[in-house]
Nanobody
């Protein structure tokens, strides 16, 4: 059984930065593309960013391009999301997810194999 555990969520002021991490248990990490999604109150879950199995390809939602950076460390089974220039629109629960291919994460709806439990990010204006 694979588990994904997010961490790093916090309350931050607008304009600030935050780094989220996702730790994966099990031996499947390097065989999966990984991604971040978020869900704001009253809204549907939306794609944020994704990274391919070995980190060669990345994809971002238009709303976070130039502000967020996704990365992964297959030796440590971890994935990070560096978030800069945060605004109140970034307030949401952030989830990490795993899928066979990066295109599975960017699909609508996403075709994921695993989800984490989420971590709350709140940006105060």
């Amino acid at each position: 059984q694979v588990q994904l555990v997010e961490s790093g969520g916090a309350l931050v002021q607008a304009g600030g930065s935050l780094r989220l991490s996702c730790a994966a248990s099990g031996s499947i990490f390097s065989s999966n593309a990984m991604g971040w999604f978020r869900q704001a109150p009253g809204k549907e879950r939306e794609f944020v960013a994704a990274i391919s199995r070995y980190g060669r390809s990345t994809s971002y939602a238009d709303s976070v391009k130039g502000r967020f950076t996704i990365s992964r460390n297959n030796a440590r089974n971890t994935m990070d999301l560096q978030m800069n220039s945060l605004t109140s629109d970034d307030t949401a629960v952030y989830y990490c997810a795993a899928a066979g291919w990066i295109t599975s994460l960017t699909a609508t709806p996403p075709r994921t194999n695993y989800w984490g439990q989420g971590t709350q990010v709140t940006v105060s204006s």
